[in-house]
């Protein structure tokens, strides 16, 4: 029996090629699967029109990659962590943060999924690392880790909190202000 498979089928061939199979592989296996359908002339024609589609919209999404490719390539990102003893980070630094701030740098999504780290960076530094977006496009990042100050913390941390008194030490003076009144 002729039949024209819709997906790859191991051992038997590819999506939109022409097989010859015995009539109970095709009738109990690729049919009721959807796996293949009977080869007749319209069913042909329309699997090969579609495969023809595919490949056209294949092309035109290669093309974009192409270019996301070139606006990653050779980008540096950057991020402030606190640090912990040891030369360790608090937390650490994800594909995930990874994939927010080269969206962000570029203005596209770049999937987490997309990031190859094998492990969170947990130390300061800098880590060359590439990003998969199709199995032969792999354009390369820099991602620096440096230490956050403490000293302007500090130092914004006091001030914010001289803000604070100040504020409530107004807010007891128009309360007091209030029950004179």
């Known amino acids: ?17 022409i097989k010859e199979v015995s009539k109970g592989y095709a009738k109990n296996f690729l049919l009721p699967r959807g796996l293949a359908l009977v080869a007749t002339p ?6 090969e029109s579609r495969l023809e589609r595919e490949k056209l919209e294949e092309n035109i999404d290669r093309e974009k990659l192409v270019e996301l490719a070139q606006q990653i390539e050779g980008k540096e990102i950057r991020f402030k962590a606190r640090m912990g003893a040891g030369e360790r980070l608090f937390g650490s630094i994800t594909a995930a943060d990874v994939a ?6 570029i203005g596209s999504v770049i999937d987490k999924k997309k990031i190859d780290i094998e492990k969170p960076f947990r130390q300061t530094g800098s880590y060359e690392i590439a990003v998969k977006l199709a199995s032969d496009i792999k354009p390369k ?9 403490k000293a302007k913390e500090k130092g914004e941390e006091t001030e914010k909190k001289v803000e604070k008194k100040k504020r409530k030490a107004k807010e007891k003076k128009e309360g007091k202000e209030e029950e004179k009144e």
């Open 141 to 149: 990042i820099t991602v620096v880790i440096e230490e956050e100050e």
């Open 100 to 105: 927010e701030e080269l969206s962000r740098a």
């Open 42 to 47: 319209t069913v042909i024609k329309q699997v």
């Open 1 to 17: 029996m002729k039949i024209v498979l819709l997906e790859d089928v191991p051992g038997k061939g590819k999506t939109g090629e």
